[in-house]
Nanobody, 121 residues
Framework: QVQLVESGGGLVQPGGSLRLSCAAS????????MGWYRQAPGKQRELVAA???????NYADSVKGRSTISRDNAKKTVWLQMNSLKPEDTAVYYC???????????????WGQGTLVTVSS
């Protein structure tokens, strides 16, 4: 069974930084795109940043210039470095990946369980 496990959330003051990690495990043949989404209370889940297996990235306008997404294909891990955090960045952050299983060779969209980021003084 393929799963994504996130870590790195927590409470941070406005202007501070956090680094989220997400590691994939299980019977994996290949991981295509990976990304981070977030969902604030009362709002829809939105894309924060995404990265292809080749390293191409895209960011939501709200985090562009303040966040960096990166990945290590060998470690099956993706990170999201967030700087200059604002209260409006408060949300549950979810890792997402398009994973080809080693047994089925089928592409599946997999979600992590989410990690809470709270930006508050």
């Amino acid at each position: 069974q393929v799963q994504l496990v996130e870590s790195g959330g927590g409470l941070v003051q406005p202007g501070g930084s956090l680094r989220l990690s997400c590691a994939a495990s299980g019977s994996i043949f290949r991981i295509n795109a990976m990304g981070w989404y977030r969902q604030a209370p009362g709002k829809q889940r939105e894309l924060v940043a995404a990265i292809t297996s080749g390293g191409s990235t895209n960011y939501a306008d709200s985090v562009k210039g303040r966040s960096t997404i990166s990945r290590d294909n060998a470690k099956k891990t993706v990170w999201l470095q967030m700087n200059s955090l604002k209260p409006e960045d408060t949300a549950v952050y979810y890792c997402n990946a398009d994973i080809v299983g080693a047994l089925s060779y089928r592409s599946l969209e997999v979600w992590g369980q989410g990690t809470l980021v709270t930006v508050s003084s």
